[in-house]
C-alpha cells in the first residue's frame, strides 16, 4: 500500500471500492443502467434505504433490480453480514442481491448466502488501487521444431549435370518464372506455419506448390524435374502461467471460475518458457486444465 493509500479513510476507500465495482459491472453489462450511491425508499420499512451499486434493465416489458453491496473489511464476511444484506434485498424488492468483498467470506456466509440466493463474488481488477491483483492464466506450450531433407526426381532423357546443391537450386515454373530455391521455399512455408505439423514423419512433401517445376541441367537446357522434402517433426511441451495484463471483472465464491468480457495477455518470450516453465513428459498431462494452448515453432533461418 502506497503513502497516498494510507492517508485515506476507511470511508473513502469504501467509496473507491463502490466506484471499481460499478465500473466492472458497467463492463460487464453495458445495456444495463448502473448506478452507485443510491438511495431507495424501503417497502417494509419505508425508511430510506442506501444501495452501493444498482443495476437497472428492461427485459420485454418487465423492469429487473439488482442490488450490489461492497465491504471492504479485513475479514471475510460472516453469516450476520450476509443476513443483513440479503434484509436490505427484500425490503427494496430487488430481483437478485450480490456481495462483492475483496477480503472474501466464510464458509457459514457461502452457506447463508446460497439458501438466500445470494451471489458472492471479489473484484479481479489490475488498475491502480489498493486491491490491485496480480493475474495469470494456466497454459501450455508446444513447440515444435523439423529436421529436413530435400529429395529430388529426375526422369526426363536428357542428361542433366548439377553445378549446385539440390537445395540451392535455382527453380523455374513452365513459364520460366523464378520460384526461388527448394531450401529457401521449404525454409519460409516452414517458419510461416504453412507444412503439416504433427509430431512424427512427414514423407514426400511437395516443396512448391506449382508441380511443373524446371531447373537448368547444366547444358542450357531447363528440364522437369520433382522436388520435395521429407521432414521429422519433434515436440517441446511445456506448462507455466502467461501473465495477465489487464483484467476486469468478477470472481465467483462458489464456482472460482472468474467472468470478464475481455483481459490483455502479457508478452511472454520463448526463452522464459523453456528456462521457467515445467517441461512435460511425451504422455504426461497438465497439473491443471490450461486456458490457452500455444503453438510455437524453432524457425530457420532464411
Not at 142 to 164: C, E, H, M, N, V
Not at 172 to 192: C, E, I, M, Q, R
Amino acid at each position: 500500500m502506497n503513502a497516498l493509500n494510507k492517508q485515506r479513510s476507511p470511508k473513502q476507500d469504501w467509496l473507491i471500492l463502490e466506484e471499481l465495482v460499478a465500473s466492472i459491472q458497467k463492463k460487464l453489462a453495458p445495456a444495463a443502467s448502473v448506478e452507485h450511491n443510491v438511495h431507495i425508499k424501503g417497502r417494509i420499512t419505508q425508511v430510506d434505504r442506501q444501495v452501493d451499486v444498482l443495476v437497472t434493465q428492461l427485459i420485454g416489458q418487465y423492469k429487473m433490480t439488482i442490488v450490489i453491496d461492497c465491504k471492504d473489511t479485513k475479514r471475510p464476511v460472516d453469516t450476520k453480514g450476509v443476513e443483513e444484506f440479503s434484509g436490505l434485498v427484500n425490503d427494496i424488492g430487488a430481483n437478485k442481491g450480490v456481495l462483492v468483498c475483496p477480503a472474501g467470506f466464510t464458509k457459514a456466509a457461502l452457506r447463508t448466502a446460497k439458501s438466500h440466493q445470494i451471489e458472492l463474488y471479489r473484484p479481479v481488477d489490475t488498475g491502480n488501487h489498493k486491491w490491485k491483483i496480480r493475474a495469470s492464466a494456466p497454459a501450455t506450450c508446444d513447440f515444435r521444431s523439423a529436421a529436413i531433407s530435400i529429395g529430388f526426381q529426375y526422369t526426363a532423357l536428357l542428361p542433366l549435370t548439377l553445378t549446385k546443391h539440390v537445395a540451392h537450386l535455382d527453380v523455374f515454373d513452365a513459364t520460366g518464372k523464378s520460384l526461388g530455391t527448394p531450401l529457401a521455399v521449404a525454409t519460409a512455408k516452414w517458419n510461416a506455419g504453412k507444412l503439416p505439423l504433427e509430431p512424427g514423419e512427414h514423407e514426400r512433401h511437395s516443396i512448391f506448390d506449382d508441380s511443373n517445376t524446371f531447373v537448368d541441367n547444366g547444358y542450357g537446357t531447363r528440364v522437369q524435374v520433382k522436388l520435395f522434402i521429407d521432414y521429422h517433426v519433434n515436440q517441446r511441451m511445456y506448462f507455466g502461467q502467461i501473465p495477465i495484463e489487464k483484467i476486469s471483472g468478477f470472481l465467483d465464491e462458489y464456482t472460482g471460475l472468474v467472468t470478464a468480457n475481455s483481459f490483455t495477455l502479457g508478452l511472454l518470450s520463448p526463452s522464459e518458457v523453456e528456462n521457467s516453465w515445467r517441461k512435460l513428459a511425451p504422455d504426461e498431462s497438465p497439473p491443471v486444465a490450461p486456458l490457452f494452448g500455444l503453438v510455437g515453432l524453432d524457425c530457420w533461418p532464411e
